[in-house]
């Protein structure tokens, strides 16, 4: 087997940087849905352009490269052990290659291990077979999209939808409802596997389980394909749309497994992907080590063409280089789109906790903060480059933002999927305004970014660190301004108004 860990290379580079087919295939009929000009419509050629960009660069398509997790069958007699090291060094390879970044955090003390390697990272799980070939498979699933996943125990009181009961019914309503509590922080639209029965951990190992069959593959549990098929006309009735922004499109696939449960017990679990699913797989020839043949890669070439026939007014666009004064904030409304020059600093989770009660190195009045967490390699003078640097979710700075704000002076904040009541108070009084980036879209505001002029924080981890960084012309929408008003609350309420109208039996 001396070229496995080659092979195994090869399968993570393909991952992170080339999406399947059959995801394409749902994504290129989402544009095809979507009126040219709206919103989603916008996100949706970004995201387009994105997954080409990072084919042709062979760089990642978001820069959370996720938790890698292989699933590896081999014949009976194969040494799993020589398996499991060529999957190590090919992770630690591939990190310092800048294809995977470095995702794996020591959960007490928050030391991000460089490498991609730690206790639990990464996910490997065997099993035998009477096949002749070794069979890996890999999903990159990122941590917005993971904590969206979802676990319910039925009976239960679901919002919008009243009880769901343990019956066919009730599984019904619990998936319609995984789909709406996303809303766009998993950066829809989305893949939903699902599994039904089994306990807390065998349930969700089913739901991921299900991520690994193709998108438009058939349910051979009659009931599990009608209820496939009805999750699929109706979750994309809920509007929520490409990142949130409203649309036509919110669900890209949607998997059921089953297997049975304890007496006590009956769980639906859903495992929530957003649309940049990475998911590929090989057969490798147990003698050589070598790829016999690619998983996920069947059919014709998928890529994408540009719309250019708009049918709605395009939105305004506003130019913005920080310092930006309030008067300029206030001009700004929902809707909006700006594009952005000059400077902006990373700062996600580790730099909020931290500067809650903590100075800053860098004077950020009139600053434009970008929750960010990105790929980053440095080169032989010790310069730094980004490789991938798109949004993440801003949710969960939630309960700083709004202070933080207010304390150091900043105008601005990026991020995806929208923030809450707390921050859009905060805009109001202080004058400040949050912009949605696509999220996944890592090549393209990548190219974006012109220079890395400097870095604090590095001790937090690349990821965490607070990264200056000189862009031109990035753009992002304004999702909520300083008059009050949120998309974000909009396209909430909206939704789980349509979810209310499907309350009744179904099935
Ligand atoms: O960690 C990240 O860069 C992003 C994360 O996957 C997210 O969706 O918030
Ligand atoms: S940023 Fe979005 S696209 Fe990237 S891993 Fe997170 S949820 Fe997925």
Redesign the pocket.
């Known amino acids: 087997m001396q070229h496995i860990q080659e092979s195994i290379y090869q399968l993570i580079v393909e991952t992170s940087t080339n999406l399947p087919k059959d995801v394409r295939k749902a994504i290129r009929q989402a544009k095809a849905s979507e009126t040219a000009g709206t919103r989603s419509a916008i996100a949706l050629e970004t995201i387009t352009n994105n997954i080409m960009m990072a084919e042709g660069d062979v760089s990642p398509i978001?820069?959370?490269t996720?938790m890698p997790t292989f699933k590896v069958k081999t014949p009976v007699g194969v040494n799993q052990l020589v398996i499991k090291e060529a999957i190590y060094a090919a992770i630690e390879q591939a990190t310092k290659d800048g294809k995977l970044?470095s995702?794996s955090v020591d959960s007490l003390f928050g030391k991000n291990s460089g490498n991609n390697l730690g206790p639990g990272t990464p996910v490997v799980k065997f099993e035998q077979h009477e096949g002749d070939y070794i069979d890996i498979r890999l999903i990159l699933k990122?941590?917005?999209?993971?904590?969206k996943n979802i676990q319910y125990s039925l009976p239960c009181e679901l919002e919008g939808l009243g009880k769901a009961g343990r019956d066919l019914d009730g599984i019904r309503k619990c998936i319609l409802h995984s789909v709406y509590q996303a809303q766009g922080?998993?950066?829809s639209a989305g893949f939903i596997g699902v599994g039904i029965g089994g306990d807390r951990t065998s349930g969700y190992e089913l739901a991921k389980d299900q991520l690994f069959r193709l998108s438009d593959d058939e349910n051979s549990i009659p009931e599990l394909k009608a209820m496939e098929d009805y999750i699929m006309e109706n979750a994309n009735k809920l509007g929520v749309g490409t990142m949130g922004f409203g649309g036509e499109t919110t669900l890209l696939g949607c998997k059921i497994g089953v297997m049975n449960r304890l007496p006590a017990s009956f769980f639906v679990s859903v495992a929530y992907n957003?649309w940049a699913f990475r998911r590929l797989g090989m057969k490798i020839n147990p003698e050589t080590g070598d790829i016999s043949e690619w998983l996920y890669k069947e059919g014709e070439e998928i890529s994408f063409t540009n719309e250019t026939d708009e049918t709605t007014e395009a939105p305004r666009e506003v130019k913005l280089v920080a310092p930006i004064t309030e008067e300029q904030i206030r001009d700004l409304k929902v809707g909006d789109v700006v594009s952005i020059s000059g400077m902006m600093y990373t700062g996600?989770d580790a730099i909020h906790h931290h500067l809650k009660d903590h100075d800053c190195p860098v004077d950020l009045n009139g600053q434009i903060i970008y929750?960010?967490?990105?790929v980053v390699l440095k080169d032989e003078e010790g310069k730094y480059h980004i490789k991938a640097a798109?949004?993440?979710?801003?949710i969960?700075e939630e309960p700083y933002q709004g202070d933080i704000m207010k304390k150091f002076g900043i105008r601005a904040v990026i991020?995806?999927?929208g923030m809450g009541a707390k921050t859009l108070k905060a805009l109001e009084e202080h004058g400040g305004v949050y912009l949605n980036a696509i999220?996944?879209a890592?090549q393209y505001y990548s190219q974006c970014i012109k220079e890395v002029k400097d870095v604090n924080y590095l001790e937090f981890g690349i990821?965490e660190a607070m990264w200056h960084l000189q862009v031109e012309d990035f753009k992002a929408v304004v999702t909520m301004d300083s008059h009050g008003n949120s998309l974000h609350k909009d396209v909430d309420k909206s939704s789980l108004e349509k979810l209310a109208t499907m309350a009744e039996k179904v099935f």
Not at 371 to 374: A, R
Not at 390 to 394: A, E, K
């Open positions: 978001c820069q959370d996720g970044r995702n990122g941590g917005g999209c993971e904590n922080q998993g950066c957003c996600r929750h960010c967490g990105p798109g949004p993440t979710t801003s969960r991020g995806k999927g999220g996944g890592a990821p």
